[in-house]
């Protein structure tokens, strides 16, 4: 994989070395001047494709060696990946001009050939502006590129975190404090200087500036503690878990996250930014897209090894909380934390869109783990716990790391969670802040209820009829004219001209253009897929996709061709294939992402055809998705009341 995706930056070039080579074979059986003049572009179209090679041959090798080093320490990988940041835009304002260039030769000696050998009338004369055109786009674009070099790769600036909660100084909670500093003196961990308590996140931990919602602004190392989890967890999961996350200051895992991320960051954005720029249009694929690419590789190098860094950090931070516990403690508690996720979810589900008088947090999930006993702990456990600072490995592969056995006893005992009126430690510490809190949280949630339940009901309210999705037929057509002005023309020059192995290949080419034109018109006989109130159904699908269980979707469209891309939410494949070649929908498995590829699509609106641009389709399938998570969420509110 790693070596397809390299040869890959180097497909454009190879394209423009080959048509390069065909120009010079084409324009070497002429004398006369313009003959000439066409081999020496072709010529200089060669060196240009040629040093824009080496170029990118330079950055795959100080790419991939950077990233090799930068697995001795962290340290080295901050200062390998910086270097390499600086360096990269210059290799790709390198790429984009001497790749436009190469093209810029190119039509320059076939705007020569035209002026030679075809007649000027109105057609030639449109060829010939054409030509021009195309030259002032890419010569425009390679100005434009030059122009933002200052621009780009800017380090990114992080901001302070928002978090909804109240600090908690020593003089607030002494108790808490001192059995935060036993933690600390058992595990050898370092003491954060401020305590977060709050109901929105995880615990975790950060050296970033915290901003207080509605209060005041915290700098230096600040530990979060979730009252939700905390509620659910016995004391020694807690202190498990509050070891771990301590065991990041430790490791001084927060200050490589203030280093890095902002470099990490930057260069994110400045590629996003570029990659939003271009367009869909041929000379963007042929002169910007390579060098997004090249940029795309380096950032997916890298982050192999951030994350392989970030296992690591994760691990040393869990063998610190099992010292500030016990291993035993921080498996359950992991395994707690994986199955809780939805339930938490579900009870602020509760307060956000029907709220009751008197209403609690803390009491609103108790009654719904009431009814969850026991805990679903096995169905988590491949997950990635979420984080909303750095990356984690799977819940198994952690546990495993313990040297843990996954035995009976383990699971039972994390299947069984303490309800939080029965929980002593939380009552102790956070009993009565949780509930002054909680009552403060629900009360500002309150104004917002109606105008939540109103947009929840209006989103279930759109998107329930059918829509078929079907593709144009010139998109066929087109194909075919192509297919067959290309067999045309090659058994013109094999039958009256000496046959080379290029008069061979547009015969070959042609021909084998043929078949892909039949399977195309008998695809437009039909809609490429249809969208439900709940799932999309194709012909081309074994089982119905549900939308409920699509995260995310992308969208982009180049020359008329669409290419649609769905995150799902589970494992599951719904039978649908993994092949590449000619598949309407394909998934992939690293990715649990399904691919589906369709030529100008369409649909039908009140009897008229409306053809679909990439943003239309976004916008449509982003409603459709967002329409049945609508309706299922008031299927479950509606259950629950």
């Known amino acids: 994989m790693e070596w397809k995706r390299i040869l890959s930056l180097f497909s454009i070039p190879v394209v423009i070395i080959i ?16 003959d000439d003049l066409r081999i020496a572009l072709a010529v200089l179209a060669l060196f240009l494709t040629g040093v824009d090679i080496l170029i990118v041959g330079c950055g795959v090798a100080i790419c991939t060696s950077s990233a090799r080093a930068s697995r001795e320490s962290q340290t080295r990988l ?15 304002l390198g790429e984009i ?44 674009m390679l100005i434009k590129s030059l122009l933002s070099t200052r621009k780009c790769f800017a380090s990114f600036k992080p901001q302070d975190s928002l978090v909804s909660g109240i600090c908690l100084r020593e003089s607030d909670s002494p108790e808490l ?36 919602e509605g209060g005041e602004r915290l700098t230096g190392n600040t530990l979060y503690l979730p009252l939700t989890y905390m509620a659910l967890l016995e ?35 400045s590629i996003e930014q570029m990659a939003n720029n271009a367009q869909a249009s041929w000379i963007d694929r042929l002169v ?19 994350s392989y860094w970030s296992r690591i950090r994760e691990h040393a931070a869990d063998e610190a909380g099992a010292r500030a516990a016990s291993s035993h403690a921080f498996s359950t508690a992991l395994l707690k934390i994986s199955a809780l996720d939805g339930y938490i ?40 716990i979420s984080h909303p600072m750095d990356s984690h490995p799977t819940t198994r592969s952690r546990i495993a790391a313990l040297n843990v056995e996954l035995s009976d006893e383990l699971l039972k005992q994390a299947s069984t969670i303490v309800l939080p009126e029965e929980n002593t430690f939380f009552n102790q510490h956070f009993g009565k802040l949780a509930r002054s809190f909680g009552e403060s949280f629900v009360q500002k949630s309150k104004p917002k209820v109606a105008a939540n339940r109103k947009a929840l009901e209006d989103d279930a309210g759109l998107a329930t009829e059918s829509v078929d999705l079907w593709a144009k037929k010139s998109f066929s057509y087109n194909l075919l004219v192509i297919s067959l002005a290309l067999v045309v023309i090659g058994l013109g020059l094999c039958l009256f001209t000496d046959a080379s192995f290029f008069c061979w290949l547009i015969l070959v080419i042609g021909l084998g253009f043929l078949p892909l034109c039949k399977v195309y018109f008998k695809r437009m006989k039909s809609p490429y897929f249809t969208l439900t109130s709940e799932h999309i159904t194709s012909r081309y699908l074994p089982n119905p996709l549900p939308l409920q269980r699509i995260a995310n979707c992308e969208v982009q469209s180049a020359s008329n061709y669409m290419t649609i891309k769905l995150w799902l939410t589970d494992g599951n494949t719904y039978g649908i294939s993994t092949k590449r070649f000619m598949q309407v929908f394909r998934y992939q498995p690293g990715k649990n992402t399904v691919l589906i590829h369709l030529p100008a699509p369409y649909l039908y609106r009140d009897g008229d055809k409306v053809e ?29 009341i």
């Not at 999961?237 to 990490?264: C, K």
């Not at 910007?288 to 951030?306: D, G, I, Q, Y």
């Not at 947090?361 to 009654?367: D, F, R």
Request: net charge negative; charged share 15%; aromatic share 12%.
């Open 19 to 34: 048509y390069g080579l065909w120009q010079c074979w084409r324009a070497s059986s002429g004398d006369d001047i313009a």
């Open 78 to 92: 901050v200062k390998k990946f910086n270097t390499c940041r600086r360096l990269l835009p210059f290799l790709m």
């Open 97 to 140: 001009l001497f790749c436009g260039l190469a093209v810029v030769c190119l039509i320059f000696s076939e705007m020569i050939w035209a002026s030679a050998y075809v007649v000027m009338n109105a057609g030639g004369i449109k060829f010939m502006l054409l030509m021009i055109m195309a030259i002032g786009a890419i010569l425009w």
């Open 177 to 212: 404090w001192q059995w935060v500093r036993q933690l600390i003196q058992k595990g050898q961990l370092i003491s954060p200087d401020n305590i977060v308590v709050g109901f929105l996140d995880c615990f975790y931990v950060t050296a970033n500036a915290v901003q207080i």
């Open 235 to 269: 004391e020694s999961e807690i202190a498990a878990v509050v070891g771990h996350e301590l065991g990041h200051f430790t490791g001084e895992d927060t200050q490589y996250s203030l280093r890095f991320m902002p470099l990490y960051s930057g260069m994110q954005n």
């Open 288 to 306: 910007l897209v390579p060098a997004l690419n090249m940029a795309s590789w380096f950032l997916m190098t890298f982050h192999e090894t951030v």
């Open 345 to 384: 979810d579900r009870a602020f589900e509760d307060i956000f869109y029907h709220q009751k008088e008197n209403q609690n947090v803390i009491a609103s999930l108790s009654g719904v783990l009431k009814k969850a006993q026991p805990l679903d702990i096995l169905s988590g456990i491949d997950n990635e």
């Open 612 to 640: 679909l641009e990439a943003l239309a389709m976004w916008n449509l399938l982003g409603q459709y998705i967002e329409s049945s998570r609508a309706r299922a969420m008031l299927q479950q509110i509606e259950r629950e």
